[in-house]
């Protein structure tokens, strides 16, 4: 009895190494431990394949410099994702479209506004002026002649606009909600059931009027959005900021 003792008390007092090393010799033990090793291995394996298998392009199409490339790797978020996003919905209508043509004639450049004020001042002097003897009453007259002209035909032309895109396509005329959903590369625009995109890096200028904001992008489109439904989501400061640093 007293040998069978000592030989538990030896067998406890065997270190955790030799009492692994025996573990590892039994054979249920060791097959064990070779398919955690092999699971081990496969795991680490598929890891690098998902590294590898990522996409690194950006929507655009461009490639990522290295600080991007390395931020979505550590981060494992998609650029969207770290950007954020957020809608603004928007009511927009025929009115719309006749204030946009407006300003777009008259205010978008103020190169053309200076131009659209001296033609007529630029006309009547050639009327009054050129004939040697300067005569000022004659010269405001014909200055208010040309200035009602070109107020008439800037009218009339963008009048005949308007009539011929209601003519045309008589839906985007009526006042419809317009979604524009502001993601990390650029604004996804929906109405009418039609939903298109246009990239923060084609805006050309951002105008504001007391009503409205204007996006005009390098294609030639403009985004009309009125500000009130702007404010509802962040503040006009907020947006504005957002807006030139991602454009500028």
Request: proline share 1%; net charge negative.
């Amino acid at each position: 009895m007293s040998e069978i003792i000592k030989d538990k008390e030896n067998e406890a007092e065997l270190s955790n190494e030799e009492l692994e090393e025996q573990l590892k010799n039994l054979p249920v033990m060791a097959e064990l431990m070779e398919e955690a090793e092999e699971y081990e291995e496969d795991e680490d394996e598929e890891e690098e394949e998902e590294l590898l298998d990522e996409d690194y392009t950006r929507e655009d199409g461009e490639e990522e410099s290295l600080d991007e490339l390395l931020k979505r790797i550590n981060n494992r978020e998609s650029i969207t994702e770290k950007a954020g996003s957020f809608t603004i919905a928007t009511d927009i209508g025929k009115k719309d479209y006749r204030d946009f043509f407006y300003y777009n004639t008259l205010m978008k450049s103020n190169v053309f506004l200076a131009i659209y004020i001296l033609i007529p001042f630029l006309l009547s002097y050639l009327f009054t002026g050129l004939g040697g003897t300067f005569d000022l009453v004659n010269f405001i007259i014909y200055a208010v002649v040309f200035v009602l002209l070109e107020a008439g035909l800037i009218i009339f032309m963008t009048e005949l606009k308007i009539k011929k895109i209601d003519k045309a396509m008589p839906d985007t005329m009526k006042v419809t909600r317009t979604v524009y959903k502001f993601v990390s590369d650029g604004i996804v625009h929906t109405k009418n059931g039609e939903t298109t995109k246009a990239f923060y890096k084609d805006i050309v200028l951002f105008r504001t009027t007391k009503q409205k904001v204007i996006l005009y992008f390098a294609n030639k489109k403009a985004m009309v959005i009125h500000i009130d439904d702007i404010e509802k989501v962040m503040t006009f400061d907020e947006f504005k900021t957002f807006i030139k640093e991602k454009a500028y």
